[in-house]
């Protein structure tokens, strides 16, 4: 596997795991009775939203698409 292959897999493996919190926190939220308890599981989705955001900026910062080669044409591969 290449960096950019690991790098990938890490973030796919995070996202997961960060929308695992997110959703029993909304549930949470959702189903909770007492405002303290409501209000705790209302910052808890806050904060889930927010790192799932930097996760996608730092992706976005460290995974640069590798190029693929560009054929030449026949024109260009006959006169070099």
């Given at each position: 596997?290449?960096?950019?292959?690991?790098?990938?897999?890490?973030?796919?493996?995070?996202?997961?795991?960060?929308?695992?919190?997110?959703?029993?926190?909304?549930?949470?939220?959702?189903?909770?009775?007492?405002?303290?308890?409501?209000?705790?599981?209302?910052?808890?989705?806050?904060?889930?939203?927010?790192?799932?955001?930097?996760?996608?900026?730092?992706?976005?910062?460290?995974?640069?698409?590798?190029?693929?080669?560009?054929?030449?044409?026949?024109s260009?591969?006959?006169?070099?």
């Amino acid at each position: 596997m290449t960096d950019t292959t690991d790098l990938r897999l890490l973030f796919h493996r995070l996202n997961n795991q960060l929308g695992i919190i997110l959703s029993h926190a909304e549930l949470l939220e959702a189903k909770s009775r007492e405002d303290l308890t409501r209000s705790r599981a209302t910052h808890v989705v806050a904060g889930v939203l927010e790192a799932m955001n930097i996760a996608k900026e730092i992706r976005a910062r460290t995974i640069v698409v590798q190029p693929q080669p560009v054929s030449r044409p026949a024109s260009i591969r006959r006169a070099g």
